[in-house]
């Protein structure tokens, strides 16, 4: 039973080699919509980027709040046009990174883990990064279901779902954070992305 085990594992990594290239792809094909729109919303509002940067009171309070707005809102747009060839990937995955990780800790972690409140989450009652907040949500919504039923159109505006309270947790970016550390470990991918045909072309150029 062990050598069968064995030999089936065998064949799964056989399989998972040609193939592993094109999950990769999908992991940059998640991703780079997420960072072209984020990078692309920073350089549209400039100057109010700058401003929240630097700002102590409504915004992140750093330092360089022109340098820093520049360095993340180019990592963004650029490195999430250069996810979708597979070109650089991870050179390009180490500023994307440093951007998750500033956003993690300056704009999330305050809020705990989850980003939409839900007070059901077993995630919700101090287990990790607790939000209290999070467990007000049903009395929000109740809240805001009722005016709304009162003073609004409550069937037209959740025909195509429920109303949430966003919570703006660390969830998302620990999530990207996670997927753009396997592209960093695994590169853009077999058979699916330029940086591999580039290495093997380069490899045979200086015949490694």
């Given amino acids: 039973m062990i050598k069968l085990c064995f030999k089936i594992q065998q064949q799964l ?26 990078g692309w919303q ?24 022109y340098l820093l707005a520049i360095l993340a809102s180019l990592a963004e747009f ?13 050179w390009v995955s180490i500023p ?4 998750m990780i500033v956003a993690m ?18 995630l919700a009652d101090g287990t990790l990064l607790m939000n209290p907040s ?21 069937e037209w505006l ?4 429920n109303f949430v309270i966003l919570n703006n947790g660390i969830e998302f970016a620990a999530t990207y954070f996670v997927m753009l550390l396997v592209l960093l470990c695994f ?5 699916t992305s330029i940086d591999y045909y580039l290495s093997r072309y380069i490899a045979r150029r200086c015949g490694l």
């Fill in 42 to 65: 920073k350089l549209a509002n400039f100057d109010s980027t700058v401003q929240w940067f630097g700002d102590a009171e409504f915004g992140l309070g750093l330092p360089f709040p």
């Fill in 13 to 38: 990594q056989l399989l998972t080699r040609h193939i592993d290239g094109v999950v990769l792809l999908l992991i940059r094909l998640y991703l780079a919509p997420v960072m072209v729109q984020a």
């Fill in 96 to 99: 994307l990174l440093i951007t």
């Fill in 187 to 191: 590169g853009a991918g077999r058979y």
């Fill in 78 to 90: 650029i490195g999430g046009l250069l996810l979708v060839p597979g070109l650089a990937v991870r």
């Fill in 105 to 122: 800790v300056t704009v999330h972690a305050e809020n705990g883990w989850l980003a939409i409140a839900d007070s059901n989450s077993w």
């Fill in 158 to 161: 959740t025909s195509s779902g």
């Fill in 134 to 154: 999070v467990m007000e949500a049903p009395e929000k919504l109740a809240a805001a279901k009722s005016l709304l039923e009162e003073h609004g159109y409550i």
